[in-house]
């Protein structure tokens, strides 16, 4: 299972852009990324999936070098509600999920 | 999208008593479950792999024992904690996988049961 490496904290203010980097260098042919949000006594919600290149959805977009040994998180516009623990997950199917420790995004007013 | 329910939410249970945490998977047929468990500030770390009909695959350091997984049918999987401990006292989420249609991995996670052991 590829190890994933993430900043520990962020802090931002409401309105910024966030960018969280995760370093993923021994990641197989077969893995996929995913990004996964966490608030206090939740379980983690789905945010973004993608293989390489860029994914955009409604609520952030995923960027994925050519050699895909990192992604990138961007939040487009923070507000305080985004205040949580971010997950970046590479495995691929049948495998488990191993959950770094995550980044904790403060966004502060 | 795949719904999980995981229940109860919350539990609060006397020391050596045990406690009951169920993971119903909705609308798709789940052969694989995963158990997991969160201290606080901490990251999520596997306790066990739940695989319908068989025995449970346990991670290194988890007494089978002591957290008792059955995975009887492919929607239901629950994990009981037993002889409860104050040690045990933590938030404890299942999470269902299936391919995706890119035979990508999706993971539908339970809401979580947080445990307090008095």
């Known amino acids: 299972l590829a190890k994933t490496t993430q900043p520990i904290s962020m802090d931002s203010y409401e309105g910024q852009e966030v960018n969280i980097t995760c370093s993923h260098n021994n990641i197989a042919t077969n893995d996929y990324i995913t990004w996964y949000q966490q608030f206090p006594s939740q379980g983690p919600r789905f945010i973004i999936q993608g293989y390489k290149t860029k994914v955009t959805n409604e609520v952030a977009s995923l960027f994925i070098p050519a050699d895909r040994k990192s992604s990138t998180l961007s939040l487009p516009r923070v507000s305080l509600s985004d205040t949580a623990v971010y997950y970046c997950?590479?495995?691929?199917?049948?495998?488990?999920?191993?959950f770094g420790p995550g980044t904790r995004l403060s966004v502060l007013p | 999208g795949a719904v999980v329910s995981q229940h109860p939410s919350w539990v609060i249970c006397k020391s050596g008593t045990s406690v009951k945490i169920e993971c119903r998977s909705l609308?798709?047929?789940?052969?694989?479950m995963f158990w997991y468990r969160q201290f606080p500030k901490q990251s999520l770390m596997l306790m066990a792999t739940s695989n319908e009909g068989s025995k449970a695959t346990y991670e290194q350091g988890v007494e089978k024992d002591k957290f008792l997984i059955n995975h009887a049918s492919l929607t239901l999987s629950t994990l009981t904690v037993t002889s409860a401990h104050p040690e045990d006292s933590s938030f404890y989420i299942c999470?269902?996988?299936?391919?995706?249609?890119?035979?990508?991995?999706?993971?539908?996670f339970g809401q979580g049961t947080r445990l307090t052991v008095v």
């Open positions: 997950l590479v495995n691929n199917y049948g495998q488990n999920f191993v």
């Open positions: 999470i269902l996988s299936r391919t995706g249609g890119n035979m990508n991995t999706e993971a539908f």
């Open positions: 609308d798709f047929q789940a052969t694989t």
